[in-house]
């Protein structure tokens, strides 16, 4: 074998390209020198619980009823059996069902208190539990010592403490914990409890375990590699009035009541205690910050007009450092569609510092966004390195203007969720030189040249008239700027039965000439407008661009789909 295949770390890195068990088991079976690395790879991720416990001989274990069971007692060959499969197993998924077979208590207690070895996964360190209402002796057994990540769904947070009351003594390592369930997280006996459990875990990242109270996030302020913390938050919690200075997170996620509990929490989570000045502060150096405003279980509906929304983005700015932050999402998915207020350029504005944002989403219910051209062009040039854009729920639609704005400020744009709305007006004042014997040439009124994106695939975007004479216009339009657009509106794709230009305008112009037939086909309307504009695009007629401008944009999708081929061809 070659001696680059005897380094553990690359040997790895293949298996985990490889990602096939049947493979695995292949190689396994052929290959004397990768037998290990490939039985290590096989057994490394178990699915199924019970079913990995069938590698034990066939003569010790039966199934009955959809329950796994012992049929003899447990001999030391068994155990050497189950331990050459078990070291190796570092993630364990325990789900119950009424689906699948599911583990005797009595096997778990042999496994747990007759187990000749001090643990029987050395090296698990990611244990997901689902599906269970209380907890199990089958969990106790997969409580390692060196478990670094546990994920619990389903079972009522007090039942899992109380069911492992000594979890930072089972497992002091934890690193990421998340552990909720649908009921009423707020009860006294269930916080107390998750606070005896998370005070006690010094070696946290990454923490998503319900609501918080003070005692924990001062806890957490002290924790040496804390990276994530996601949390339902309201007025009343106890830690709101809190200044603990938390130096650092690369991600933070918070359900809060209203804006001002959100301002209030970012203030008491990164700023220090009062007797300090802020000024003289370091900012916190956080990447990624996700805010959703819903109703809590437990509190009472959101009701009357909203804070303002700059209560949300002068927090961020005064406390962040905006050398650090590159994602924002703000939203309000779950409460009222009744308008409450407005989501202005002077409250977008204090975001302006975050200049190496890659990622911006806002999407409000209750607060559209009120915006205009020259208001958003305003904005975006203080994000260059965007490469997802989603400001949803406008007030009103944006003009052409603003997509050309966005597309030359942010080159690298890959998403955008923008209602833009196309006059025929706009798309005619782009036009430079219609006699030019280089063909048709578009330009903004500044004279500048067009930007061309070629990854945006997917806008949301009308035509303010949808005639059949303005496809070809604004077709060339698109073209030339979003060459690989083929999605509008969500429903309307040129993948998706996709008909011919001709096609398209044979029934576009027998529905106009139908009485009320374009009324009548509103949505069949649009939907075969945009038909023929994709039709168009893909170049079933001669659209006219010129060769300097049309030509690069295909060209440029051209190299990058032989640069994907190749590198493809290359990892193959």
């Known amino acids: 074998m070659h001696q680059l295949l005897l380094i553990s770390e690359l040997l790895e890195l293949i298996f985990e390209y490889i990602d096939e068990p049947a493979t695995y088991a292949q190689l396994a079976s052929v290959c004397k020198d990768l037998k290990e690395p490939s039985l290590d790879a096989l057994y490394a991720d178990v699915r199924c619980f019970p079913r ?27 155990w050497d059996k189950l331990y050459s499969y078990a070291k190796r197993v570092k993630t364990v998924v325990v789900e119950k069902n009424n689906r699948d077979i599911f583990v005797a208590d009595e096997v778990a207690e042999a496994l747990l208190k007759l187990s000749p070895f001090p643990t029987l996964f050395p090296q698990l360190h990611t244990l997901y539990i689902y599906g269970y209402e209380h907890f199990e002796p089958i969990h106790y057994v997969l409580m390692a010592p060196t478990l670094r990540s546990l994920y619990v769904r389903d079972i009522e947070t007090s039942c899992f403490l109380d069911g492992a009351p000594d979890l930072p003594t089972l497992c002091p390592l934890i690193e990421y914990f998340s552990c909720w369930d649908n009921g009423n997280l707020r009860l006294p006996g269930r916080m107390k409890k998750m606070t005896d459990t998370l005070s006690r875990l010094n070696c946290l990242r990454s923490v998503d375990c319900g609501p918080l109270d003070a005692d924990v996030v001062e806890h957490l302020s002290g924790v040496k590699h804390l990276s994530s913390i996601r949390a339902p938050v309201i007025a009343s919690d106890s830690w709101i009035g809190l200044h603990v200075g938390i130096p650092a997170l690369d991600d933070l996620r918070l359900q809060v009541d209203t804006f001002e509990t959100f301002s209030q929490a970012v203030w008491a989570l990164f700023t220090h205690p009062l007797s300090e000045s802020h000024a003289d502060q370091p900012l916190a150096r956080l990447r990624s910050v996700t805010m959703n405003v819903s109703q809590l279980p437990g509190t009472a509906p959101i009701t009357g007009p909203s804070t303002s929304p700059s209560l949300i983005t002068s927090a961020l700015a005064a406390c962040v450092s905006p050398e650090n932050l590159t994602t924002i999402k703000l939203a309000d998915y779950w409460t009222s569609t009744q308008t409450t207020g407005r989501f202005t350029h002077a409250d977008l504005a204090p975001l302006c510092v975050f200049a190496h944002l890659t990622s911006l989403t806002i999407k409000f219910q209750s607060q559209p966004l009120s915006l205009d051209d020259a208001q958003l062009a305003d904005l975006i040039v203080h994000w260059p390195r965007l490469t997802s854009l989603h400001l949803a729920k406008l007030e009103r639609p944006l003009n052409l203007a603003s997509l050309i704005a966005v597309l030359r400020a942010c080159p690298d744009l890959r998403q955008m969720e923008l209602l833009i709305k196309a006059e025929p007006t706009d798309v005619t004042a782009l ?19 067009l930007p061309c994106n070629t990854y945006v695939t997917w806008m949301d975007m009308y035509h303010a008239t949808e005639e059949p004479e303005d496809a070809v216009p604004f077709a060339r339009l698109l073209h030339r700027i979003l060459p690989s657009l083929k999605s509008c509106d969500r429903s309307v794709s040129s993948n998706s039965d996709a008909v011919s230009a001709q096609e398209a305008r044979q029934w576009l112009e027998h529905t106009r000439r139908t009485p009320n037939g374009r009324a009548e086909s509103f949505r069949g309307w649009r939907t075969m407008f945009w038909q023929l504009v994709f039709a168009l695009m893909r170049g079933e007629e001669d659209l006219g661009v010129s060769g300097d401008m049309g030509t690069s944009a295909s060209t440029v999708i051209r190299v990058r789909d032989q640069f994907r081929s190749l590198l493809g061809h290359v990892l193959g």
């Open 431 to 449: 036009l430079r030189d219609p006699t030019s014997s280089d063909g048709i040439v578009y330009d903004d009124t500044t004279g500048c040249s």
């Open 52 to 78: 990995f416990l069938t590698c034990m001989p066939s003569d010790l274990w039966c199934i009955q009823n959809q329950r796994f069971g012992f049929k003899r007692d447990v001999i030391r060959d068994d």
